[in-house]
């Protein structure tokens, strides 16, 4: 026979006194401390958002440009100049390499001949001049 055993009683947890609400008390210490700490921090974040970006653009407006020297200036163009000149050249390096490159492609386009007239070729060049010697 199986005999079931009752089940263990929890304690329960105690009931904390309930506050009666008074309309007239207001809210409690903790939350009134809570907004006062949340409103101060966004006002100090603006304020300081501000006065960072007045002080930033203070600082830009300070800065002076320096002036460049005319010996500067004159070194500056003769390296444009050179930079130009060599542009130029680079160009009609490429434009040279182009030519070529057609040139070989429409060599190759041609029928090639074979070696055995290639030879005939060559003998008869040469036969003219075994005769006269």
């Known amino acids: 026979m199986i005999v079931a055993l009752p089940a263990p009683q929890l304690p329960t947890p105690p009931v904390p006194p309930s506050i009666p609400f008074?309309?007239?008390m207001g809210p409690p210490e903790s939350v009134v401390q809570i907004v006062f700490i949340v409103f101060g921090t966004m006002a100090v974040m603006g304020l300081g958002i501000a006065m960072f970006?007045?002080?930033?653009k203070?600082?830009?407006r300070r800065q002076v440009p320096a002036?460049?020297?005319p010996e500067v200036l004159a070194?500056?163009?003769r390296i444009e100049q050179a930079v130009e000149s060599i542009a130029i050249e680079v160009?009609?390096?490429?434009?040279?390499?182009?030519?070529?490159?057609?040139?070989?492609s429409e060599l190759r386009g041609?029928?090639?001949?074979?070696?055995?007239?290639?030879r005939d070729v060559a003998s008869l060049q040469r036969a003219?001049?075994?005769r006269v010697r």
């Open 53 to 56: 970006r007045a002080l930033g």
């Open 75 to 77: 070194r500056l163009e």
């Open 110 to 118: 041609l029928p090639q001949p074979d070696a055995m007239a290639q």
């Open 91 to 104: 160009e009609r390096i490429s434009e040279g390499q182009r030519f070529t490159t057609k040139l070989m």
């Open 67 to 69: 002036s460049t020297s």
């Open 128 to 130: 003219p001049q075994e």
């Open 58 to 60: 203070y600082f830009e």
């Open 22 to 24: 008074d309309p007239n």
